[in-house]
């Protein structure tokens, strides 16, 4: 029960020590908390101009559907059909063609023993891990081909991601963030700059291998650092760069780019995924090949899809560096772990690259032997190292838009597989690159090819280029 006396005898305490200004105050707030309610709720508030505007384009508005009209000629709607594993050889839409469309440089994705190794993990722990590496993703096999790497690398650690693309695209962002300064070439592939973009960094490009160009830059910037000292201390700079570029088949001019990063002190991140496997006398890559000391290069980064015949990517260096990554690498923290079969065929890789090394110099052979029958292709112009297992071929005659070049190339391509030639055209996203190359069907060379398979190919691109474009004019 409610105590009404005990109540009243309490208000009235409290209404004896107040002061009349307290009084005044308390019955004021009493009466306008009344007038909200009661009155408040009594009166309707005419409607405003704007809230009328505001009724009117809602009525009107048609929200978009969910997903757009696609055109008949988009290219995922032109998609072909492979039959079977694709090797040096792949059927497409029923045609058996050689293969210099995909990046199995070395042949391993045609290995036996890496496929019995891949074969017998899968047995062991079945398809996949079910969980980033921070949250029961990690598993044994994870571990060992870390160390493995490690040691291949002959740096003191490595870390893996699940996909090339997102170990690069992941590591930039871990280190440089907003107000950092990154120079890079104009040239890089597509999860490079993506990685750009997630590190939110002062962005400068420099002309593709133009070492004149990036000097000009840094000079400029040294500039202004002096204008600045407290704010230069504060600001980090880094270098990125490719060891071969994806999307121009070069090699980078790493001797000078190491000068450049001593002189204007930046730290320098090298992604090695078309060069690993492919360079130096081991398939350890540029730095390998050009004999630089691999402290010079801060962090080096590359992918297991081209070379090694897996899934998944790495980063090597100081463990200051690399464990860094565990932390801040979103590709590592947040995407499921590599599945263990796919880490167990790059074990066995790189079981094959130190137990028989001649398989890097027989690659860079069939890459020498290309480069030398390019100039038989009449209405190609050609761009790429002739190390390089990745070309790049242009038409001579530029035509009057980027599409119509792309739609030529294409057909060429589709005439190429007709007549047992597995080739295509590089894809770009047009609208998102950077710096959009040209479009260019993109060879890729395998260890596996032999002399005859490839004067066969040049055959059929070259009768391909004349039917096509005798037709286009």
Known sequence: MVNTPYIINEIYDILQKSTPFELTLEALLALGVIWIVLYKRTTKKPKSIASCNEENALSKWVPEPLVSEVPDDHPALRTRTVNGTVGKRVNVDGTDCLNLATHNYLGLAEDEDIRQAAVKSLRKYGVGSCGPRGFYGTVDVHLELEER???????????????????????????????????????VNFAIQKGLDASRSKIFFYKHNDMEDLERLLQKQEAEDLRRPAKAKKTRRFLVAEAIYMNTGEMCPLPRLVELRARYKLRLFLDESLSFGVLGASGRGLIEHFNVDKTEVDLVSAGLEWSAGTIGGFCAGSSFIVEHQRLSGLGYCFSASLPPLLAQAAISALDRFEQDPRIFEELRDRSRLVTDKLPTLSHFQSRGDPLSPVKHLYLKSARESWTVEKALLDKICNECIGNGLAVIAAEYLEAMEKQCPRPSIRLAVSRLLTEQEIDDAFRILQRASEKVLAVAG
Do not use: G, Q
Request: charge should be negative; hydrophobic fraction near 50%.
């Open 149 to 187: 790497l490690a040691k291949f690398m002959a740096v003191e650690e490595a870390v893996v991601y699940s996909y090339a693309f997102s170990t690069i695209a992941s590591a930039i962002p871990a280190y440089s963030k907003r107000n950092d300064l990154i120079f890079v070439d104009e040239c």
